[in-house]
């Protein structure tokens, strides 16, 4: 289903891939600094995720600036709050690279409002963790700040989130967090000798039994 996301003087383009059984939790999902919703591993992981009940909400917004982004993505989480096509009783934010940045701040920004009790917990798909070989400047402030559950998928060749300095965050993280780690990939989640779809059902599976496990977890 598409829609468009009323946002300042302008509208964000989205896509609903919406289950066929009715749903309590979403996800939101928004790319990187390239490319937009269309980006074959967020449909991918879209369509996995509706056909086991999640609802998927993902977005295009172009910008370089976190900031503006981060804007928009608590505009779209405002929208999914208060619509009536689909109630739902909690979120989960994912982005891919800039885009799980962007719902880091978002997260950040709500529980500072004390108003994030309809944010489930965070899914970062290749999270910039720093500037290729630039190791000195990480952009952690806002993982260490949140408490929700989170979920990084990354791969152990990404020239944006060094091995081991994901895995020095993380530990100082006071959210219950998971890393996954795809062998060898990139950046892009490309690994030489893999085909795309291979690593795209690995990820998938993956965001789907982490999300699973805290959905349940919750239920407890």
């Not at 980006?39 to 998927?56: K, W």
């Not at 950040?108 to 970062?124: E, H």
Request: hydrophobic share 40%; charged share 25%.
């Amino acid at each position: 289903v598409k829609v468009k996301i009323p946002f300042g003087n302008k509208y964000l383009d989205a896509i609903f891939s919406v289950p066929a059984k009715t749903l309590t939790r979403g996800l939101i999902l928004t790319h990187g600094a390239g490319g937009d919703m269309n980006l074959p591993q967020l449909v991918s992981l879209a369509g996995y995720l509706a056909s086991r009940g999640v609802l998927c909400l993902r977005f295009t917004c172009k910008g370089l600036n976190v900031a503006y982004r981060a804007r928009a993505y608590k505009t779209v989480v405002e929208y999914l709050k208060l619509s009536d096509n689909y109630k739902l009783s909690g979120v989960f934010l994912a982005g891919r690279s800039m885009g799980s940045r962007a719902a880091a701040s978002v997260i950040r920004q709500l529980s500072q409002d004390g108003d994030d009790d309809f944010i489930q917990g965070l899914v970062c798909l290749s999270y910039p963790l720093h500037r290729p070989k630039l190791h000195s400047k990480l952009r952690d402030e806002d993982l260490l700040f949140i408490r929700c559950p989170v979920l990084f998928v990354s791969g152990s060749a990404d020239e944006m989130c060094e091995k081991q300095l994901l895995e020095d965050v993380v530990s100082k993280m006071k959210a219950p967090k998971k890393i996954h780690w795809i062998d060898k990939a990139n950046h892009g989640m490309a690994v030489k000798g893999r085909t795309a779809d291979d690593i795209m059902e690995e990820i998938n599976t993956q965001v789907f039994s982490w999300l699973t496990e805290n959905i349940e977890l919750e239920h407890k």
